[in-house]
């Protein structure tokens, strides 16, 4: 497990740090860290479902912002748990850029132990930086 839940940062909210020893496995430690909070049993998560998307954003941090929003997006619009199969980052003169390949299933409470619901990632704390070779992430989520 490359997260920790921190239980010093909120009393509301949930707090994790995430770490990887590249962007997209960084990216990936904080996907499982937020699913795991919605869904005491992510392996139970079926790959029915097939979306693909890609982000941009100037900022790394805000492209790890965006990133979570658009997987909490999927769960709130569509009702379903999404989990990553591939993810790519790429850098540039004019910012970052990040592809996703992504399956999953519609919620079903009577397979997914569904524990909260996570509204939003907040910018309360929200950090990314690269020190001694690792990617580290601190993240507020909104429950």
Same mark, same amino acid.
């Given at each position: 497990?490359?997260?920790?839940?921190?239980?010093?940062?909120?009393?509301?909210?949930?707090?994790?740090?995430?770490?990887?020893?590249?962007?997209?496995?960084?990216?990936?430690?904080?996907?499982?860290?937020?699913?795991?909070?919605?869904? =005491?049993?992510?392996?139970?998560? *079926?790959? #029915?479902?097939?979306?693909?998307?890609?982000? &941009?954003?100037?900022? @790394?941090?805000?492209?790890?912002?965006?990133?979570?929003?658009?997987?909490?997006?999927?769960?709130?619009?569509?009702?379903?748990?999404?989990?990553?199969?591939?993810?790519?980052?790429?850098?540039?003169?004019? =910012?970052?850029?990040?592809?996703? *390949?992504? #399956?999953?299933?519609?919620?079903?409470?009577? &397979?997914?132990?569904? @524990?909260?619901?996570?509204?939003?990632?907040?910018?309360?704390?929200?950090?990314?930086?690269?020190?001694?070779?690792?990617?580290?992430?601190?993240?507020?989520?909104?429950?």
């Amino acid at each position: 497990m490359s997260y920790r839940y921190i239980d010093s940062v909120t009393v509301s909210d949930v707090a994790f740090t995430a770490r990887g020893k590249t962007v997209e496995k960084l990216f990936l430690a904080c996907w499982d860290a937020t699913l795991n909070v919605m869904v =005491g049993n992510p392996q139970a998560i *079926d790959k #029915k479902i097939i979306k693909k998307f890609e982000i &941009k954003n100037r900022d @790394l941090d805000m492209l790890l912002f965006d990133f979570l929003q658009e997987l909490i997006y999927y769960k709130d619009a569509e009702g379903i748990f999404l989990r990553i199969e591939h993810i790519t980052i790429h850098r540039s003169d004019t =910012g970052y850029s990040l592809s996703a *390949d992504v #399956k999953g299933e519609r919620i079903d409470r009577s &397979k997914h132990k569904v @524990l909260v619901d996570v509204k939003a990632v907040t910018m309360h704390r929200f950090n990314v930086e690269h020190v001694g070779g690792i990617w580290h992430a601190t993240v507020v989520l909104d429950v």
